[in-house]
């Protein structure tokens, strides 16, 4: 995202406004003598077309940056103006969103009238109560955030014969004497790496509410419980590495200097399955970064055209590159207002592709029926396409934008059709690209890590909430069940483990405290769910 997409300040957003305005009429302008020497050029204008194409991009993509939505969506002509405007036949919203809130604990609170109101308006007699009637309804409604200081007295026990004393154990501990709880340095945690608050702005937040703290005194909860999890980390990579199919993607990080001017760009890098997604922030994209990730993989890697992918796949020839459509699309929406008709045309058969895939159940249970339609209507549409490529390409002027998209996809072309070969190759890397969403939200409130320690405390609790997510699981819960096994020196479980013991019922919840009750509910209930889907699928 551009600068000037997050800038907030009203009086910088019109400067630049005016800025691009001035820039775009000088465009306008210079388009004019161009169309003017268009007109009496003579000889081949081959040159003059091509600067012709190159100002018209340029000048929708500054309009774009400015008054633009920011969507891979296509616009058309036809499309409605606003919501109001869609099919008469469809339900509006009532904008209060689910009427039906299950997960939330019901709170029951009765209403009574005063003493003087417990007279008769007509006669003057006293109001007497109607047994078990009730006039009711519900709203949501909020209790605030409660810090507390709990003071923990643990009895102590004597024999008669004075020989031996036995204390009452406290609660578990990140530290020895820590003053802070484990469900607090849980709560430091998820509030930056799931809902992406940066460590002063909680400051801010927990003064508030009553608790006075340092930005220091948070990190050091936060890495304590880092400590006690992060053992997980390479059971996870290995766990995510023994699929047949991973998808991949990178994203800059900054890694901040001691002194100003000596930050450096970092990366995060990506792998993803369904169940699970493994971060690493390293301090470089190079082929030597992807292969200390990759070098024990063997499969199919869903990823763009990065050349250190390329490289890895000739280098390890065992990695088999399957290349994104959404890619392809994307370059494709981009240059549809400079060429509406072939990029249409292009556009609306890889719909198709996406059309053919959403007839077939997401996940294994589907690869059967999704195997069946690729080889009976996806190849016919990859024909389609072929057929395309030929008869556009001559038309286009050599390094147009239209050029450049096609030549994108031919380059890309056997890791784009690889799909229709194995029916547990998807049709583009959307998931892993939305799985690189947290960190990048992330980076833009807090900024990126400052120190190597903070780049390692971050990858492990990205790692642990995103894939925690991805199986349906409450973060909070997860990393609560993985912090109570580290304090026990035991295994770290991974999230679909932890998925599995709920849905098996071997998960031991009865040391949880009162701050995970609601979720271990929550938990407890998403496991039912999963157990019944499975059942419903194995006639059971």
């Known amino acids: 995202m551009s600068r000037l997409a997050q800038e907030k300040d009203p009086e910088v957003l019109h400067k630049a406004i005016e800025l691009l305005e001035n820039h775009n009429r000088a465009l306008t302008e210079k388009i004019k003598e161009l169309l003017a020497e268009l007109t009496k050029a003579k000889g081949d204008s081959t040159y003059q077309q091509l600067r012709l194409a190159a100002l018209e991009k340029q000048l929708a993509k500054l309009t774009k940056q400015v008054f633009g939505p920011s969507s891979e969506q296509r616009t058309t002509d036809d499309a409605p103006a606003d919501a109001s405007s869609e099919g008469e036949n469809e339900k509006k919203r009532t904008g209060h969103g689910p009427t039906e809130q299950p997960k939330l604990p019901v709170v029951e609170v009765k209403h009574k009238l005063d003493d003087a109101d417990k007279t008769c308006p007509k006669c003057g007699g006293g109001l007497k109560e109607m047994e078990g009637q009730y006039e009711d309804h519900e709203e949501i409604d909020v209790l605030p955030l409660r810090f507390v200081r709990k003071r923990h007295r643990r009895q102590k026990y004597t024999c008669r014969c004075g020989a031996c004393i036995e204390t009452a154990p406290g609660p578990d501990k990140l530290c020895p004497r820590g003053r802070y709880s484990i469900a607090f340095a849980i709560y430091v ?92 922030i390293r301090g470089g994209r190079s082929f030597k970064t992807a292969e200390s990730l990759l070098m024990t993989f063997a499969g199919v890697l869903m990823c763009d055209g990065y050349a250190a992918y390329l490289s890895l796949s000739r280098a390890y020839p065992r990695v088999v590159l399957a290349h994104c459509w959404a890619h392809v699309r994307r370059e494709f929406v981009e240059i549809e207002k400079s060429f509406p008709k072939p990029c249409g045309e292009a556009l609306d058969l890889i719909g198709k592709l996406y059309l053919v895939e959403r007839r077939c159940p997401q996940g294994p249970e589907g690869d059967e029926e999704r195997k069946v339609l690729r080889d009976t209507e996806s190849r016919q549409l990859i024909d389609e396409i072929v057929a395309w490529v030929y008869r556009t390409t001559p038309k286009c002027l050599p390094e147009s934008g239209l050029h450049k998209a096609i030549g ?119 496991a039912a769910a999963e157990k019944s889907d499975v059942a419903d699928l194995t006639g059971r």
Request: aromatic share 10%; with cysteine.
């Open 189 to 280: 945690a998820i509030s930056k790496y799931c809902d992406h608050l940066p460590l002063e702005r909680q400051v801010r937040m927990m003064a508030r509410d009553g608790l006075v703290v340092t930005s220091q005194t948070l990190w050091d909860q936060i890495e304590q419980l880092a400590w006690l999890v992060e053992s997980v980390m390479p059971r996870l990579r290995a766990f995510v590495l023994e699929h047949s199919v991973v998808g991949a993607d990178e994203t800059s990080w900054e890694l901040f200097g001691k002194k100003p001017g000596q930050s450096k760009s970092w990366f995060v890098w990506v792998l993803r399955v369904e169940r699970g997604v493994y971060y690493a």
């Open 408 to 526: 994108y996809m031919v380059n890309m072309w056997p890791g784009l059709v690889l799909f229709l070969n194995d029916p547990t190759i998807p049709l583009d890397n959307n998931g892993t690209e939305r799985a690189a969403r947290g960190p990048v939200v992330g980076r833009k409130n807090h900024y990126g890590s400052h120190s190597l320690r903070g780049t390692e405390v971050a990858a492990t609790f990205y790692s642990l909430v995103e894939s925690a997510k991805l199986n349906g699981l409450e973060p909070r819960f997860y990393l609560r069940v993985a912090t109570r096994a580290g304090l026990r020196h035991e295994t770290v479980p991974l999230p679909h483990e932890v998925k599995a013991m709920l849905a098996a019922g071997t998960l031991d919840l009865n040391d949880f405290d009162d701050h995970t009750e609601g979720i271990v509910d929550a938990a407890l209930a998403a």
